[in-house]
């Protein structure tokens, strides 16, 4: 093998190193989305049968979901609460925060977020898994209502839900999951 042969297949060697190291980083960049910050208010009363919440732990419950799917200036306020101590017969929540919307999107073209676009991914958001603890599975009415009121504030993509929820029982199988439009993991950290 002459000397031209050998720089060449080294050449041809390194190419194809730097074109497989740069695959991961092409999938990432292919499923990145350019978005901005919108934001959302809303107002929510939780009404259940098997499951009660006190006015502060239903303020955790719908903070820690809303964390997960990536609200950033997140203010969740009790709302409408009865009771100062204990399970409230209709607690509820007022929210204010922001969520990431796709740059091109109704939503974020008729809101006035004023915040400059933001590479934004994909990511998979499990609230409550088919598989969580019978302690958990007692959240199914809130995941129900949280799902119909929360969820379509975010960007998502195929959600997945399936309840086996029933009143005053409690019964394993109740899942919701989605893909949800966050930013990158060093964005998404340094806004809470």
């Known amino acids: 093998m002459n000397l031209l042969q050998c720089i060449s297949r080294l050449a041809s060697a390194a190419a194809a190193a730097t074109l497989l190291a740069a695959v991961p980083t092409l999938a990432v ?4 989305v350019s978005a901005v910050w919108v934001p959302k208010q809303v107002q929510f009363i939780y009404q259940g049968f098997t499951t009660h919440y006190s006015c502060d732990g239903l303020r955790d419950q719908v903070r820690d979901m809303l964390r997960k799917l990536g609200a950033q200036d997140l203010k969740v306020r009790e709302y409408g609460c009865a009771r100062a101590v204990g399970p409230d017969p209709f607690p509820g929540v007022s929210v204010s925060m922001r969520v990431l919307a796709p740059a091109s999107s109704a939503a974020s073209s008729g809101a006035k977020s004023g915040s400059a676009p933001v590479e934004a991914q994909w990511k998979d958001v499990v609230l ?3 598989s969580s603890s019978f302690e958990d599975q007692g959240n199914c009415e809130l ?3 949280f799902k ?3 969820l379509p504030l975010f960007a998502t993509r195929n959600v997945k839900y399936g309840s086996t929820c029933v009143p005053h029982q409690l019964t394993l ?5 989605a893909q949800v439009l966050m930013p990158p ?3 998404a950290s340094s806004g809470r």
């Open 148 to 150: 119909e009121t929360f």
């Open 128 to 130: 409550l898994s088919p």
């Open 185 to 187: 993991a060093k964005v």
């Open 29 to 32: 960049a292919q499923d990145s």
């Open 173 to 177: 199988g109740t899942h919701l999951s």
């Open 143 to 145: 995941i129900e209502q």
